[in-house]
């Protein structure tokens, strides 16, 4: 294989969460080991994101798990090649003894919005539908009391909303210990199958433009989880850096890489519950198959070459 030409491409992350493995990434130089020189920003809406993606100002982006079932309907280039993280479980927390989602009906939820001000789509809250729906409940034998349009406002806000009374209950991403303690009620909910975390979208558009950039990409995100997975001392060097850098990963663990996919497939209920929420709320969608949004050769490729369960032996 011919060695890569340097390249230097930009990237958006869609949620603080992400950002851990990318950390991970340069300080292990997994970038560097494919030619790339990264450079990085936050977007909080999945709307601008994809605006810059198409206008070719950020070559990828990590997160937008589920407007682009709904674009590729509409025709545009958008593409995703993996998925390190298939699954959500999170918490719910109460005012009130809870045993199960259904002690919700007639209750009031806190969350954000469902779009943004432009048109962006909360995945989190998405989530928490369909953890409503899977519990037996309507979406309608709920109140929905939106506090907010941004995730990082909203998380802020949930203490004093269950506090004070306004909701009844929230869905909770992470530790719930700040809630027990002040004494409320936490129900740990099961594992969701969701296309969610750190995966890598792009367009074919800046994929066909762009030196071997799919395969590269693809190959840093493996190299870089498989550094977080074997090199947990390392690592947790790196992750404190972060910690004391990002006031928003102030509370990531080593759990938030360990748990990334050696080999990042989406997982097929994942798909299909990303595409469901897409469908949701633009019905257009279902006339399209979930699976034209994937893009799966690069990350075949490397696997079927033997480089992934080489670099683990």
């Known amino acids: 294989m011919a060695e890569y030409e ?11 969460s992400h950002l851990p493995i990318w950390e991970v990434m340069d300080k292990a130089g997994s970038w560097e080991k494919v030619g790339l020189k990264v450079s990085f920003e ?11 993606l198409f206008e070719g100002s950020v070559d990828f982006v ?10 590729v309907r509409r025709g545009k280039p958008i593409v995703s090649l993996t998925s390190p993280s298939n699954s959500v479980n999170d918490k719910l927390v109460a005012r009130f003894p809870i045993k199960e989602v259904s002690d919700l009906r007639g209750k009031r939820i806190g969350d954000t919005t469902l779009v943004d001000s432009i048109g962006g789509y909360h995945h989190p809250r998405g989530n ?18 939106e506090l907010s349009e941004s995730n990082d406002e909203f998380k802020a806000k949930q203490m004093d909303a269950l506090k004070s009374g306004k909701v009844d209950a929230i869905f909770v991403t992470g530790g719930t210990e700040k809630f027990e303690q002040a004494g409320l009620h936490v129900l740990s909910l099961y594992r969701l199958p969701m296309i969610n975390g750190p995966t890598l979208t792009s367009t074919l558009t800046t994929l066909q433009k762009k030196d071997r950039l799919g395969e590269r990409l693809v190959k840093a995100q493996v190299m870089g989880i498989h550094f977080a997975r074997t090199r947990r001392g ?8 972060l910690r004391q850098r990002v006031p928003e990963c102030k509370n990531v663990n ?21 595409y469901r929420l897409c469908c949701m709320k633009d019905p257009e969608t279902e006339e399209q198959s979930p699976i034209a949004l994937w893009d799966l050769h690069y990350l075949r490729e490397l696997d079927d070459s033997g480089f992934i369960d080489e670099i683990y032996k």
């Open 254 to 274: 080593y759990r938030s890489v360990a748990k990334l996919l050696p080999k990042p497939y989406p997982d097929h209920e994942g798909v299909a519950n990303a």
């Open 62 to 71: 990590s997160g937008n798990h589920i407007s682009p079932y709904l674009l």
């Open 6 to 16: 340097p390249l230097e491409i930009r990237g958006f992350y869609r949620s603080h």
């Open 234 to 241: 390392e690592t947790e060097k790196i992750l404190e850096g």
């Open 128 to 145: 928490h539908m369909l953890y409503v729906m899977r519990g037996g409940l309507k979406l309608d034998e709920v109140e929905w009391v």
């Open 42 to 52: 936050f977007c909080d809406s999945s709307s601008a994101a994809e605006k810059a």
